[in-house]
T-cell receptor, first 114, second 113 residues
Framework: DTGVSQDPRHKITKRGQNVTFRCDPI?????LYWYRQTLGQGPEFLTY????????KSRLLSDRFSAERPKGSFSTLEIQRTEQGDSAMYLC????????????FGPGTRLTVL | KNQVEQSPQSLIILEGKNCTLQ??????????LRWYKQDTGRGPVSLTI???SENTKSNGRYTATLDADTKQSSLHITASQLSDSASYIC????????????WGAGTKLIIKP
């Protein structure tokens, strides 16, 4: 257990529905990251926050995806109008933001879109 | 283009044997290189982090090496155990974007009794 928690661990939804995932980072970590991972591949960067500010978004993050970190603590990732291609593991990580900026990962949320 | 390539894609060895996993990268300017272990259905867990000046680092039965000149790294696992079965992912961070990591696709290691 790294200290980063994610909820839910698994989500099955029908195409077109909206889903929201939550990440609780290690409490003193100011940086929070979201990644997506498909089978047999390494994680792909989606976005990251420093405190409550969203500082970078990948081009992978279409306008159906939105992430928030309202008080600089927990974060949510929402996917609107889900598509089958959104099926993946969604990973959250947190770090102190100082070199070497080691990131600690949560267990992930497995999304299946039917 | 910043890339990380790993080999082999998968590996099966008998319990107790040693193995070495390879990582080549083209990330520039280089900041650090990490090896993560990822069990099926779980998040990655950091094994080692090495900066430019470090050429070897150990964590128990795991030993990582780094050759910054040839841009190659290896992860050596000694006396493998069944619990070592996992994916091992090489990750490189560029100096000018330390918030973003360039991930390899991983090597899937299976330890058989």
């Amino acid at each position: 257990d790294t200290g980063v928690s994610q909820d839910p661990r698994h989500k099955i939804t029908k195409r077109g529905q909206n889903v929201t995932f939550r990440c609780d980072p290690i409490s003193e970590h100011n940086r929070l990251y979201w990644y997506r991972q498909t089978l047999g591949q390494g994680p792909e960067f989606l976005t990251y926050f420093q405190n409550e500010a969203q500082l970078e978004k990948s081009r992978l993050l279409s306008d159906r995806f939105s992430a928030e970190r309202p008080k600089g603590s927990f974060s949510t990732l929402e996917i609107q109008r889900t598509e089958q291609g959104d099926s993946a593991m969604y990973l959250c990580a947190s770090s102190l933001g100082q070199p070497p900026n080691e990131q600690f990962f949560g267990p992930g949320t497995r999304l299946t879109v039917l | 283009k910043n890339q990380v390539e790993q080999s082999p894609q998968s590996l099966i060895i008998l319990e107790g044997k040693n193995c070495t996993l390879q990582c080549n990268y083209t990330v520039s300017p280089f900041s650090n290189l990490r090896w993560y272990k990822q069990d099926t259905g779980r998040g990655p867990v950091s094994l080692t982090i090495m900066t430019f000046s470090e050429n070897t680092k150990s964590n128990g039965r795991y030993t990582a090496t780094l050759d910054a000149d040839t841009k190659q790294s290896s992860l050596h696992i000694t006396a493998s155990q069944l619990s070592d079965s996992a994916s091992y992912i090489c990750v490189v961070s560029a100096r000018d974007s330390n918030y973003q990591l360039i991930w390899g696709a991983g090597t899937k290691l299976i330890i058989k009794p």
